[in-house]
């Protein structure tokens, strides 16, 4: 995991307040990925980029925007959490597509 | 929605073992990954197999993909307590999307 970094690690925030989370990579991937893990439901898509500023929804992104201004940053903002936000959420990159590189994760408790 | 299924959701085996887990999925795919995650940690990606591949091999690892059946099974020889994880196969439909099962809990008992 040494060519991505999440930041921050965890997180506890207040029901409605905005919240960014951030993935930096050193792999000069193409391709990034936002995903969020809960138990009984796996790894869920919410946001991904293609490219600088190509991004598009997954199949959980009610909620969740993201923004991706240099390769190497991929940045996905809670505009107003809400307790189901709680969860882990993972970043991941690939350059090729096979297979992906995962970051360590941020756990964000929101309450 | 894509999503793999794993079976079975929880693994239990004595050291040295062989445990198999198996992943179902719902439509055609581009090729399919298997991925660890150990308490606390990321993914970290196992082995890829194409739709045009029936089996592959990486150490002590052995993947199959059945295609007809829409399903996959990942063999991990001479288990060791090391490889207490969780296990996830990942479909890929086409391009660099990738959808998840729920995974299976492997537990390898010393």
């Known amino acids: 995991d040494a060519g991505i970094t999440q930041s921050p690690r965890h997180k506890v925030t207040e029901t409605g307040t905005p919240v960014t989370l951030r993935c930096h990579q050193t792999?000069?991937?193409?391709?990034m990925y936002w995903y969020r893990q809960d138990p009984g439901h796996g790894l869920r898509l919410i946001h991904y980029s293609y490219g600088v500023k190509d991004t598009d929804k997954g199949e959980v992104s009610d909620g969740y925007s993201v923004s991706r201004s240099k390769t190497e940053d991929f940045l996905l903002t809670l505009e107003s959490a809400t307790s189901s936000q709680t969860s882990v959420y993972f970043c991941a990159t690939t350059g090729t597509g096979d297979g992906y590189t995962f970051g360590s994760g941020t756990r964000l408790t929101v309450v | 929605s894509q999503q793999g299924e794993e079976d079975p959701q929880a693994l239990s085996i004595q050291e040295g073992e062989n445990a198999t887990m198996n992943c179902s999925y719902k439509?055609?795919?581009?090729?399919l990954q298997w991925y660890r995650q150990n308490s606390g940690r990321g993914l970290v990606h196992l082995i890829l197999?194409?739709?045009?591949?029936r089996e592959k091999h990486s150490g002590r690892l052995r993947v199959t993909l059945d295609t007809s059946k829409k399903s996959s099974s990942l063999l991990i020889t001479a288990s060791r307590a090391a490889d207490t994880a969780s296990y996830f196969c990942?479909?890929?439909?086409?391009?660099?999307?990738?959808?998840f099962g729920t995974g299976t809990s492997l537990t390898v008992i010393p």
């Open positions: 990942a479909t890929a439909l086409t391009g660099n999307q990738f959808y």
């Open positions: 792999e000069n991937h193409r391709y």
């Open positions: 197999i194409r739709s045009n591949e």
């Open positions: 439509t055609s795919i581009n090729n």
